[in-house]
């Protein structure tokens, strides 16, 4: 099994700024990605940065050139650096790993247990 424990949330006031941390542990053999999710209250999931292992990023085209993601390859982590909060930005945030099965292929995927991230003036 691999756990992921997410840290750094918390109450922003719009246009500050949050770092967001997730750390890996368990059974992790290889990494293909990892990544940052958020879910609003009576919306859907949905994709904010993810990296994989070869160091390429995708953001979701509202948080571009406002959110950093990055790896720390020695700690096993991964952060989600966030400047200038809007509202809409409030919402539960999850870690996830995805990790290659090599049996069969393909790949697994691991859920952090989500951090909350408020913003409001």
């Known amino acids: 099994q691999v756990q992921l424990v997410e840290s750094g949330g918390g109450l922003v006031q719009p246009g500050g700024s949050l770092r967001l941390s997730c750390a890996a542990s368990?059974?992790?053999?290889?990494?293909?990605?990892m990544g940052w999710y958020r879910q609003a209250p009576g919306k859907l999931r949905e994709l904010v940065a993810a990296?994989?292992?070869?160091?390429?990023?995708t953001y979701a085209g509202s948080v571009k050139g406002r959110f950093t993601i990055s790896r720390d390859h020695a700690k096993n982590t991964v952060s989600l650096q966030m400047n200038s909060l809007k509202h809409e930005a409030t919402a539960v945030y999850y870690c996830l790993l995805d990790q290659v099965v090599h049996i069969g292929g393909g790949y697994y995927d691991y859920w952090g247990q989500g951090t909350q991230v408020t913003v409001s003036s």
């Open positions: 368990g059974s992790i053999f290889s990494i293909h990605a």
């Open positions: 990296i994989t292992s070869g160091g390429f990023t």
